[in-house]
T-cell receptor, first 114, second 113 residues
Framework: DSGVTQTPKHLITATGQRVTLRCSPR?????VYWYQQSLDQGLQFLIQ???????AKGNILERFSAQQFPDLHSELNLSSLELGDSALYFC?????????????FGPGTRLTVT | GQNIDQPTEMTATEGAIVQINCTYQ??????LFWYQQHAGEAPTFLSY????GLEEKGRFSSFLSRSKGYSYLLLKELQMKDSASYLC??????????????FGGGTRVLVKP
């Protein structure tokens, strides 16, 4: 158990819908990361927040958005869902934002879009 | 751009040694990580290399050569529970002090009795 929690564990929804994934980092960690893992794409970095501010951005679609709240939990919002958005979404956290701080991954949310 | 290559799959026998290679081409380099991931589970941290050389941690060792853009993960005394995917990840160019990792596609290791 990494100490990172994610809810829900599973989510099944229809195309065109909007969902919110939630992540609570390990106690004391200030930085949160979101990753998408699909069978054909591997683990893809989406976005990073540090102490409430966006720090780095990866291949995140415009239909997706995220934020980190003052209590440091984070939410990833996915809208106008498409079949191709079906994937495992991982949240990770690290103590700081910089070099060398290992990232601890949560158990993931499995999203199925039908 | 970032490009990280590792073999798709490897098979080894229980008790043996397996070496998983990773080559990378990235804009900048600020560290290489290895993660283990069992099917459907979260990746778990194994090792971190930022300087050339070998880092040993129990049955697992990781090597880095920055000039060659090359790393390997060595798994010794293989156990059945080591059957998993092993992900190589590189932190490239630092932009605004971010900690973005780029992952390779992962190497699925199957340990046979």
């Amino acid at each position: 158990d990494s100490g990172v929690t994610q809810t829900p564990k599973h989510l099944i929804t229809a195309t065109g819908q909007r969902v919110t994934l939630r992540c609570s980092p390990r106690s004391g960690d200030l930085s949160v990361y979101w990753y998408q893992q699909s069978l054909d794409q591997g683990l893809q970095f989406l976005i990073q927040y540090y102490n409430g501010e966006e720090r780095a951005k990866g291949n995140i679609l415009e239909r997706f958005s995220a934020q980190q709240f003052p209590d440091l939990h984070s939410e990833l919002n996915l809208s106008s869902l498409e079949l191709g958005d079906s994937a495992l979404y991982f949240c990770a956290s690290s103590l700081r934002a910089g070099v060398g701080y290992e990232q601890y991954f949560g158990p993931g949310t499995r999203l199925t879009v039908t | 751009g970032q490009n990280i290559d590792q073999p798709t799959e490897m098979t080894a026998t229980e008790g043996a040694i397996v070496q998983i290679n990773c080559t990378y081409q990235t804009s900048g380099f600020n560290g290489l990580f290895w993660y283990q991931q069992h099917a459907g589970e979260a990746p778990t941290f194994l090792s971190y290399n930022v300087l050339d050389g070998l880092e040993e941690k129990g049955r697992f060792s990781s090597f880095l050569s920055r000039s060659k853009g090359y790393s390997y993960l060595l798994l010794k005394e293989l156990q059945m529970k080591d059957s998993a995917s092993y992900l190589c990840a590189v932190r490239g160019e630092i932009k605004a002090a971010g900690n973005k990792l780029t992952f390779g596609g992962g190497t699925r290791v199957l340990v046979k009795p």
